[in-house]
């Protein structure tokens, strides 16, 4: 009789040395192998190509990873949890607010107003359900050293939040290269159960990526690592049901001559991982535009906010 596969130890060709390798670098449950690659496997845990692929398959079998019907998805589409902007124009735009399970992308020029969405959703995750918060922690990985507390503070006054019981619900990882930026996403999972964690921001993604990767010929090593840190921050949200909410830096694209030639960094890599992408950009006075560039299912669109002292809200009438 085969042996009832339940933990990673139980899998074929993974002996305790190698579990334990495995955990150290953050695969420590059937899930996270299961969506795993076999060289990933190979990298972290020394395992031989055929014996990373028969783990990998053996952890799916396990947890019954195949086809679903479409009803079976539906019902799995209800644990989605929807985030609060704190504007109901934003929320409306975006489907009732920031998604759980999937990676959201907020992409402008210097002073668009990126880092006030990480600032205002820190806090609103906080908030009860019933105010459009998911009652939970948040994880702050910092690229660019522009995590201020005080604005925070602004904002948890504004929603009636108790400032240092909100500013200790947020947890700040300065990120000093790519590589750290990198590590502190696949670290992330034991801080998600150990510390209620409902949201992962990452302000900004790919600033430490433009300043180690310079020059067309590490283009390709850099999308290499950069598609490897889009596909940890997916299997983050998916696994455990947490937002995942990245701003993005933006170049200007020579070969457009009219219309707007404002892009985001990363290409296709981060294009295809973001599951829902807003373009910021000033409008008059403390007045903010969000243009819905992508999403799986919501029509392109534009929503007119403000920035002010207590954070993002509506244009008053």
Not at 51 to 71: N, S
Not at 86 to 103: A, R, V, Y
Request: proline residues 3%; hydrophobic residues 35%; aromatic residues 6%.
């Amino acid at each position: 009789m085969a042996k009832k596969i339940e933990k990673v130890e139980d899998l074929p060709g993974v002996g305790e040395t190698a579990a334990k390798k495995l955990a150290e670098a953050g695969y420590k449950t059937l899930e996270q192998i299961a969506v795993a690659s076999g060289s990933e496997l190979q990298e972290v845990a020394g395992l031989g190509e055929g014996t990373a692929d028969k783990a990998i398959k053996a952890a799916r079998d396990a947890l019954d990873m195949g086809y679903e019907t479409a009803d079976v998805l539906a019902e799995k589409r209800k644990l989605v949890g929807r985030l609060t902007t704190g504007s109901k124009e934003l929320d409306n735009l975006i489907g009732g607010g920031i998604e759980t399970q999937s990676i959201t992308e907020v992409y402008g020029k210097m002073a668009s107003g990126k880092s006030q969405w990480c600032f205002q959703t820190a806090v609103t995750v906080q908030l009860p359900k019933e105010q459009g918060g998911l009652e939970g922690g948040c994880l702050y990985v910092d690229s660019e050293n522009s995590f201020r507390p005080e604005r925070v503070i602004q904002v948890a006054k504004k929603f009636g939040l108790d400032t240092d019981a909100a500013l200790k619900n947020i947890y700040v990882a300065r990120a000093y290269n790519a590589e750290h930026q990198m590590i502190l996403v696949d670290k992330a999972a034991d801080m998600i159960k150990e510390k209620n964690i409902k949201l992962l921001i990452v302000d900004s993604l790919t600033a430490q990526f433009r300043s180690e990767f310079v020059g067309r010929g590490t283009l390709a090593e850099r999308q290499q690592k950069l598609n490897k840190h889009m596909r940890s921050l997916q299997k983050t949200a998916e696994m455990y049901n947490v937002a995942v909410l990245v701003t993005n830096q933006v170049m200007s694209r020579p070969d457009i001559l009219f219309g707007d030639p404002t892009e985001p960094v990363g290409g296709n890599v981060v294009g295809h991982a973001s599951k829902t992408r807003l373009y910021l950009r000033k409008s008059k006075e403390d007045k903010r535009v969000a243009k819905l560039v992508d999403s799986p299912s919501l029509p392109d669109g534009e929503a007119l906010y403000r920035i002010t002292e207590n954070g993002i809200e509506d244009v008053e009438e």
